[in-house]
């Protein structure tokens, strides 16, 4: 149960009588949205003692990440590739929240999967040796010793990439705390940090002139970030490579898939004393005096927030929650210019199991995504922008 204090706020003197008459609950942060940001940010602040209340408007939680179910087939609405999550200490922000949270979650592992590409079908594993025999079969000698260099210059950029936790950055006055620890290991990486910030093609075109590699990059991008490498920060690639090109990768899969990880992180938030209400739709954020105080759900109640309100909502459907006058006009139009990235198009398709191992193997989980990349193959032929991305192939 959250512990949400239902009668006392201190700028309201009558507010005794007015929470008897709305129903109002009062919390020291409110969260819009429960997407894996918004329980994730939730269950953090509760963890540290904050009273925390996370409306969501979907009937499941989750966002992008939640699962749903057909006809006794379980399904992801959104991930499937993830990494860093089944070992700690690791540079996956998301691993860090549940060791700060005390959650476990479980997770199957496996380095290899299978490709459909227009020039042939292959296997490759995380690690960067084997993708040079790839290269080797597909493009020759001089695709593989551009790989090998690309290995090379992102070396010092990986090392920049995780040289300080994503949870430690933060913009105002409380950086010195969060950041102040890992300066030594920051001044080490400033230049390359530097050059994190811009897109990972700045380092890409320098090196990597082979369309087949270049095309399996913008690949590895799209998947990241659902951009190519010009729409993709370095530092994210900086990243993956930190953590996919090590010796000993691995990629993982939760068991019970998103689904689990959501629970996992609703579980922690309410195990730390906070509270998930769904089919709650914030319909505006209370703005007084310049301060954001509360939310009015769509069926009128109200949830006054003591500390913060905090959106996991896009960008785009935040403002719609603002009122008119509660952000400089210039702020809100450049944040509506906001560009979207392309669609994205998820194709389900459920498998029966009976008569499958019940361990699964790398072999079939390669299957699983070839599918998975077959699909990918299809989808991007909607990518209008960029149509080079990957050639259509057919299931
Ligand atoms: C098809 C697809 C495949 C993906 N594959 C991968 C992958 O393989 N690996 C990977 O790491 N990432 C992947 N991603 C990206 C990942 O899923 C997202 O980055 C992540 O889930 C986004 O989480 P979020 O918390 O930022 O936002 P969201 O998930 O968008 O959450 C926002 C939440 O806010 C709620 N909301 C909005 N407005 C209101 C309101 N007014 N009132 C109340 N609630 C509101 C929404 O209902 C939603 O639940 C994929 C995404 C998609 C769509």
Redesign the pocket.
Known sequence: MGQVQDITYPSFPNCFNLLLQTDMQVTDVVV???????LSCAAVLARYGFDVIV????SIA????HAFERNGFKFDS?????SGLSYSPSANPLRQVLDAIGSELPCVTYDTWGCCVPEGDFDTSVGAKQFCEVLMKFRGHDAVAEWQELQRVMEPFASAATSIPPAALRFDFGAARTVGPFIPSLTKHLANIIKLTGPFSRIMDGVVKDPFTRNWLNLLCF?LSGLPADGTSAAEVGFMFADWYRPDAILEYPIGGSGALVDTLVQGLERHGGKLILG???EEVLVEGNRAVGVRLRDRQEIRARRAVIS???VW?TLK?LPENAIPKQYRAKRQATPECDS?M?LHLGIDAQGLQSNLTDQNLSVIFSIFLSKLHILTKFNKQNPQLLTQKKL
């Open positions: 819009i949205g429960s997407g894996i940001g918004g409306c969501e408007s979907h989750g966002g992008a990440a959104g991930p499937s590739l993830y998947l709650a739709h914030v996991n909502a896009s459907d929650l994205f998820h």
